[in-house]
């Protein structure tokens, strides 16, 4: 079955940076476009980025442009997501999302916490 499992969060202050990684099984990861999300709380889940399955095309959303990059290795079925300039309000748990034939797959989440 589809599986989806994050790793890579973890306790960083302010400024730091960190590597999230979504290990994909189950499915055709390479043909299906991969997304990320997360959920501070008390908050809604609010998308992240979103990457094409031949990483032609990304886009991100507003509170994270120009600090993320997501990215993926179709070979070892991983995406990822790199996160520079961390600001307290990044803390959430992250979670990676596939489409596949219109019902959406998620991961556990990792969590993200930014402190000082």
């Known amino acids: 079955q589809v599986q989806l499992v994050e790793s890579g969060g973890g306790l960083v202050q302010p400024g730091g940076s960190l590597r999230l990684s979504c290990v994909a099984s189950?499915?055709?990861?390479?043909?299906?476009?991969m997304s990320w999300y997360r959920q501070a709380p008390g908050k809604d889940r609010e998308w992240v980025a979103i990457?094409?399955?031949?990483?032609?095309?990304?886009n991100y959303g507003d509170s994270v442009k120009g600090r993320f990059t997501i990215s993926r290795d179709n070979a070892k079925n991983t995406g990822y997501l790199e996160m520079r300039s961390l600001k307290v309000d990044d803390t959430a748990i992250y979670y990676c999302?596939?489409?596949?034939?219109?019902?959406?797959?998620w991961g556990q989440g990792t969590r993200v916490t930014v402190s000082s």
């Open positions: 999302m596939v489409n596949i034939l219109g019902s959406e797959h």
């Open positions: 189950g499915f055709p990861f390479s043909s299906s476009p």
């Open positions: 990457i094409t399955d031949n990483s032609v095309y990304s």
